[in-house]
């Protein structure tokens, strides 16, 4: 019996192999199918045959979530190369030969690798927020990649980044570690980039992409987007409009090398490659240790950009920005009245102008430190962080009092990561300075790059700002700014550690971000502007510690409509410091409607301001404080383009559709060309309501050729529109729209 029973017992236990084997054989080869999705959005994700992890929707997403999964099925690609395209995270070495997300060469030499599926899970951070892992293993080499997807429902962005685990017994070098790897499926694409240089931010360029590969990309290390900026438009199908066609915004969110590559392959599909530049930067990383990618950050909107634009602003001002939701300080710079040459006496009389004038701060900027080698000019004293005792013998603390006496705050300029060769800094500490001890110094606005890759020197320049705001805690507001790129890069540092030299340009920006955390962490509130010798450092990834960025130098403001107008694409109007500067003679009220667009601050000497001018700011900066809500937290619509017309249009709704400001200017003086013969289309109120129309911001002694008496229902307004008689007397108006209850 006892025997009978053995053998039944093993024949059972060989079925139950039997059908573990089939089971376990049928789930590992059953696709495992993974979507991220937003409200309006999915990317999906979907193991093959060899458990190799692609994607195989990106759009609009389906009603039935089940229904992801038979979506590659429908595509009848000729051969296999067509699902290696489509990998999630292209390895190089092994099964592919398209262009790497990531390229690895292990403790033993060998440069292949392979990443296949191993498990996911996605966590709901809250009602609006989840985050998907997906992680991957090479199965031969101790190597791991966690793909994380951090999506917004709401605001319809998704946040990608990779971690790199080497759990190899020695250090592996990585060669190429994109932050993301996308692919699309579409008739076309229209790329649109950026390109500048100083005083010319953010113009762009919008080209069919075809075969082959498309790159932008920055080596400059420090102010890396003075020439680009690693920010971008992919319209499918077509060129997308303000209100119409598939188009993403994205991103990669790092402040230093990046390289954003656009592939058209064999099948006309896109691949979108986006990271750090693998330019002289290959990585080593220790045995057991992570390294995480900066994140990729984009939205994908049917409906164009405007929306997708309404998206990136929404995100960042809920979950990007330091303050978004919050407010901003008017002010008054002290930079282009003054430049070097000031005194405590001189700053202290200006201060009366600031509060007279209305705005919130008085900014001190550039000039103000220095002693042994006093910074006079932009050639010496960078590094020697302590107030001149010629201009300020009393210090800062004295300014900060008698700008409170004034009733008003005050805030300073520091260029933290920078040192002149003239300069006590330099004297006594060569070593931390990026050069190359070998070779003649090369200079970028006489200056040089500190080596934030150095622990030493991070905090050096934490201690630079944390010692300003422990003596003066009253500190109102900082700017931060950063004028030099890296020429000759070498660290001193790195080298005694025993690091590679490529190394740098990651840890650079590393550093960078670390000393920004510590002063975020310590000094969460403060208000402080992101400035990079105008817009050549504009990025989520230093936004993150910053409430608002400096567009450009150039603030003449014909040429900031056309900026601001592009940067609007990308970033919240709180974000952008605009200023009243006296760069150009176009009328003050041009002038100041344009800087109205954003966070306004004044940059002229006011004691110098003819007194119409003078009259009318003061009524501006109350007419500001008036709309500023709308410009900051309503949502924006661009209605008629400067690159397409002769006029440039848009406006500011808020959430309940009750109340807005349009701003409109002319831009050319050409004959025949100077009036709305043509009503402008408003866009965003409510078609039920009323509303009346009323012209704000005039200049003394001018009347408004606005009858503000009628109303309008918002139908008329969006079908119709509503014509804000421009000419070249009235160049610039100011419309306020409020419903009539
Ligand atoms: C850079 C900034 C300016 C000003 C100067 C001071 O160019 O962009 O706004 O602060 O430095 O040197």
């Known amino acids: 019996m006892h025997q009978r029973m053995n053998s039944t017992g093993t024949k059972l236990l060989a079925v139950c192999i039997f059908l573990f084997t089939i089971i376990s054989t049928v789930l590992a080869q059953a696709p495992k199918t993974i979507a991220v999705e937003t409200n309006n959005n999915a990317l999906v994700l979907q193991t093959d045959k060899d458990n190799r992890l692609n994607i195989i929707h990106f759009?609009?997403?389906?009603?039935?979530?089940?229904?992801?999964?038979?979506?590659?099925g429908q595509y009848h690609f000729?051969?296999?190369?067509?699902?290696?395209?489509?990998?999630?995270?292209?390895?190089?070495?092994?099964f592919s030969l398209s262009?790497?997300?990531?390229?690895?060469?292990h403790a033993d030499g060998n440069t292949s690798l392979e990443l296949k599926y191993v498990s996911d899970n996605t966590q709901r951070i809250d009602d609006n927020t989840s985050l998907t892992a997906v992680t991957l293993k090479d199965p031969v080499y101790a190597v791991e990649v966690t793909l994380f997807y951090k999506a917004w429902k709401k605001e319809n962005v998704i946040e990608q980044w990779s971690v790199i685990k080497n759990n190899e017994k020695k250090p592996i070098k990585l060669e190429k570690y994109a932050s993301a790897n996308l692919y699309f499926n579409a008739d076309n694409y229209y790329l649109t980039h950026y390109h500048g240089s100083w005083a010319h931010e953010m113009n762009p360029e919008e080209e069919q992409l075809t075969h082959g590969i498309k790159s932008i990309d920055s080596k400059l290390g420090t102010r890396a987007d003075l020439f680009e900026p690693p920010t971008f438009m992919i319209s499918f199908d077509k060129p997308a409009g303000e209100d119409d066609g598939k188009v993403l915004l994205g991103q990669l969110a790092w402040s230093g090398n990046f390289k954003i590559e656009c592939e058209v392959d064999s099948y006309n599909n896109l691949r979108l490659l986006a990271g750090i530049n693998s330019y002289a930067s290959e990585y080593q990383l220790a045995a057991g240790q992570e390294f995480q990618t900066p994140s990729f950050i984009y939205t994908y909107s049917q409906h164009g950009k405007g929306e997708a634009s309404r998206n990136l602003h929404h995100w960042a001002t809920r979950y990007r920005i330091v303050n978004g939701e919050g407010s901003r300080l008017t002010l008054l710079n002290n930079w282009e009245s003054t430049y070097f040459g000031f005194d405590e006496n001189k700053l202290v009389s200006l201060f009366k102008g600031a509060k007279d004038l209305g705005v919130d701060l008085f900014l001190l900027d550039d000039g103000w430190f220095g002693n042994k080698h006093p910074r006079n000019a932009d050639t010496a004293g960078l590094g020697d962080w302590q107030e001149n005792v010629q201009k300020l013998p009393h210090g800062i603390g004295y300014l900060v009092k008698e700008a409170q006496a004034a009733g008003i705050k005050f805030g300073i300029w520091v260029e933290p990561e920078m040192v002149n060769p003239k300069s006590e800094l330099y004297e006594k500490h060569i070593d931390w300075v990026i050069r190359q001890p070998?070779?003649?110094?090369?200079?970028?606005?006489?200056?040089?790059?500190?080596?934030?890759?150095?622990?030493?020197v991070q905090n050096f320049v934490y201690g630079i700002l944390d010692s300003l705001f422990t003596k003066n805690p009253d500190l109102a507001y900082i700017k931060w700014d950063c004028n030099a790129v890296i020429y000759n890069a070498y660290s001193a540092y790195l080298q005694k550690q025993g690091l590679p030299q490529s190394q740098l340009y990651v840890a650079y920006v590393k550093g960078l971000y670390n000393v920004m955390h510590r002063f975020r962490a310590k000094y969460p509130n403060v208000p402080a502007m992101l400035c990079s010798g105008g817009g050549g450092r504009v990025d989520y990834g230093a936004l993150q510690y910053f409430t608002e960025y400096w567009p450009s130098d150039n603030t003449d403001p014909l040429e900031r409509i056309f900026m601001q107008w592009e940067y609007s694409y990308f970033y919240p109007a709180i974000a952008s410091s605009n200023h009243v500067t006296d760069w150009s003679k176009v009328s003050m009220k041009?002038?100041?409607?344009?800087?109205?667009?954003?966070?306004?601050?004044?940059?002229?000497?006011v004691s110098k301001l003819d007194p119409k001018d003078w009259e009318f700011s003061k009524h501006a900066v109350a007419t500001y404080d008036s709309v500023k809500d709308l410009v900051w937290h309503g949502d924006l619509y661009r209605l008629v383009n400067p690159r397409e017309n002769n006029i440039a249009s848009l406006m500011f709704v808020d959430d309940a559709k009750s109340r807005a400001v349009m701003f409109t200017y002319l831009i050319t003086s050409r004959f025949g060309q100077t009036s709305t013969l043509a009503p402008i289309k408003l866009k965003g109120l409510d078609a039920n309501k009323r509303y009346s129309v009323r012209e704000i911001n005039l200049y003394p002694d001018t009347k408004s050729w606005i009858d503000g008496s009628h109303t309008y229902s918002g139908d008329f307004l969006m079908t119709i529109g509503f014509n804000p008689d421009m000419s070249q007397r009235r160049s610039s108006v100011v419309l306020e729209i409020k419903e009539v209850k």
């Open 59 to 72: 759009g609009q997403r389906l009603t039935n979530q089940q229904e992801y999964g038979m979506a590659a």
């Open 590 to 605: 041009f002038r100041t409607d344009v800087a109205m667009m954003g966070k306004l601050g004044y940059d002229v000497d």
């Open 438 to 456: 070998q070779r003649p110094e090369m200079y970028f606005r006489n200056q040089l790059v500190l080596d934030l890759s150095n622990p030493e």
């Open 78 to 94: 000729s051969d296999n190369n067509a699902g290696i395209y489509s990998n999630a995270y292209t390895p190089a070495g092994t």
């Open 99 to 105: 262009e790497p997300a990531i390229a690895v060469t």
